[in-house]
């Protein structure tokens, strides 16, 4: 016997702001600093996509982060990461590189091409004050290490964190219990997502046009899915092909304070990672390639 679940409705829809971050990569802004607190504990997401060499082949220069981690998704195109902690890796078409800055780290990421697509995401999701000042962690994960499955609907789902139909994906998380899913939906075709009550979520479609509860979700738009209430689910539809992500998370209800790559619970705490920065002891410099 199924178990029947209520959809969230979509609260609001988000275009994001064009802008460009590193040393001139075109971007755009999907979840703002203003969006932090309706969305905890995800902090940032930037969306990058473009055949034009010249909006991202100067990539992502030497620069610190500390107190969150960054997870990059890449759709198309070849990025190397090199870190302060001795980490480096190569990022590929489809897959992942999850990021846990801690206490600092200072890292580039620097294309590895000169034409073609570059496309993908970063998300920025926060830690628990607890786990702020903890040692820096890092993996890649290949296109063929993310778990995936197709439903029987021909919905292929791409589990890059937290659970979905009893597949676990790729990295876990207590605190802030991360869902990170790449939905790819074929004409017609529908998949409904159980979500935690208590978690914020939102979907972002990158292909395509979507129905959740009913709303239409166009292309290069997030849905902020409503929070309250009794549902226990998303319902998400697509009458032609789509693309999408879906992500939600335990709200961690901590205080918030960020300068540019820091986010901590205090001004205080911020002060002090400038201060380690420019003494050079939030992490060794990194030599770029």
Not at 16 to 44: E, H, I, N, W, Y
Not at 138 to 165: C, H, M, N, W
Not at 175 to 191: C, E, K, N, T, V
């Amino acid at each position: 016997m199924s178990t029947l679940h209520l959809s969230r409705r979509v609260e609001g829809l988000i275009a994001g702001q064009a802008t460009s971050d590193g040393a001139g990569v075109k971007l755009t802004r999907v979840l703002t600093q203003d969006l932090q607190r309706r969305l905890d504990p995800f902090l940032m997401l930037d969306a990058f996509g473009s055949d034009d060499p010249n909006d991202y082949i100067a990539g992502f220069p030497d620069h610190p982060h500390r107190g969150f981690e960054t997870v990059t998704y890449m759709i198309a195109g070849r990025m190397l990461h090199r870190d302060s902690a001795g980490h480096e890796g190569l990022l590929e078409s489809g897959g992942v590189q999850w990021m846990t800055a801690g206490r600092g780290v200072i890292h580039s990421e620097i294309p590895q091409q000169t034409d073609g697509v570059m496309e993908g995401f970063q998300l920025w999701l926060n830690l628990p004050g607890r786990d702020k000042m903890n040692a820096p962690w890092y993996r890649d994960f290949k296109a063929a290490d993310l778990p995936r499955f197709v439903t029987t609907q021909g919905v292929t789902v791409i589990v890059i964190a937290g659970e979905s139909q009893g597949v676990s994906g790729a990295v876990t998380r207590t605190a802030s219990a991360p869902l990170y899913l790449d939905l790819h939906l074929p004409a017609g075709s529908s998949i409904e997502q159980t979500l935690a009550l208590q978690h914020n979520a939102f979907v972002y479609v990158y292909r395509g046009e979507v129905r959740i509860a009913g709303q239409s979700v166009p292309t290069q738009r997030m849905a902020v899915l409503a929070n309250g209430g009794p549902s226990d689910s998303v319902l998400i539809e697509a009458s032609k092909d789509a693309k999408v992500l879906l992500l939600a998370g335990q709200p961690l209800k901590e205080p918030i304070a960020q300068y540019g790559p820091f986010v901590m619970n205090t001004q205080q705490e911020i002060h002090q990672a400038i201060q380690d920065f420019r003494d050079g002891t939030l992490g060794e410099r990194v030599i770029s390639p």
